[in-house]
């Protein structure tokens, strides 16, 4: 009986591999258990920018601004929140996903870095929360308080804040002995102007 003759094949490490022979089979089946693997975790790294992709939906609109994300993912992330069935959905989110697998890693990353500025809020934005407790506890509490804040802040409406003042200390006497301390609207409003001018935020600019 003639031998086989292998007409196709390829090169391994300068050996030739007949399609179909003994050899071809050996490799691919050694290389089977790789490939297995690069498609878990091509799955889960897919499944990962699917799921970041669904977060994006509920990124705000100044940080979505930010991101270089490109036309045809925005117009999907806008048709994913009209869309209400679920079937619809399901499978506007696997567009997305697929959108978002186009994105290189810096892209990425910014996306991520949004998100969690969303979530915790900037470094900038802590610090001033902070400053501004630290600020209105003062002002109640200490007389000199007032003249400093207005140095460094000297586009406080004056009036304002000192009337503001006056009724937060009212509002922290206890009407009988013995009572917790209640704070009312006024601590709250010291709290918020505090908080505006650290941040630089011109209150007439904000929405009620």
């Known amino acids: 009986m003639s031998s086989r003759k292998f007409k196709k094949g390829y090169f391994v490490r300068g050996e030739f591999?007949?399609?179909?022979?003994?050899?071809?089979?050996?490799?691919?089946?050694?290389?089977?258990?790789?490939?297995?693997?690069?498609?878990?975790?091509?799955?889960?790294?897919?499944?990962?920018l699917q799921k970041l992709g669904e977060d994006l939906l509920t990124l705000r609109a100044d940080l979505m601004k930010r991101l270089a994300l490109t036309e045809k993912l925005k117009d999907?992330?806008?048709?994913?929140?009209?869309?209400?069935?679920?079937?619809?959905?399901?499978?506007?989110m696997q567009f997305i996903g697929k959108q978002m697998r186009l994105i290189d890693e810096t892209g990425i990353y910014n996306i991520r870095a949004a998100l969690a500025e969303q979530n915790n809020g900037s470094a900038r934005?802590?610090?001033?929360?902070?400053?501004?407790?630290?600020?209105?506890?003062?002002?109640i509490a200490e007389e000199d308080a007032f003249g400093e804040w207005i140095t460094q802040f000297p586009g406080t409406d004056t009036q304002q804040l000192r009337a503001l003042i006056r009724q937060a200390r009212k509002?922290?006497?206890?009407?009988?002995?013995?009572?917790a301390i209640r704070h009312g609207r006024a601590?709250?409003?010291?709290?918020?102007?505090?908080?505006?001018?650290?941040?630089?935020?011109?209150?007439?600019?904000?929405?009620?």
Do not use: M
């Open 76 to 92: 999907a992330i806008v048709e994913a929140k009209r869309i209400t069935n679920f079937e619809g959905k399901r499978r506007q």
């Open 171 to 179: 509002d922290a006497k206890p009407e009988k002995p013995g009572e």
């Open 125 to 139: 934005e802590n610090y001033a929360l902070h400053q501004a407790e630290t600020w209105r506890d003062r002002l």
């Open 17 to 48: 591999v007949a399609e179909g022979s003994e050899r071809d089979l050996e490799l691919k089946r050694e290389l089977k258990g790789t490939d297995d693997q690069s498609r878990t975790d091509l799955k889960r790294e897919s499944l990962e």
């Open 187 to 208: 601590y709250r409003d010291i709290f918020q102007i505090a908080r505006e001018q650290l941040l630089g935020v011109d209150q007439t600019d904000e929405a009620p």
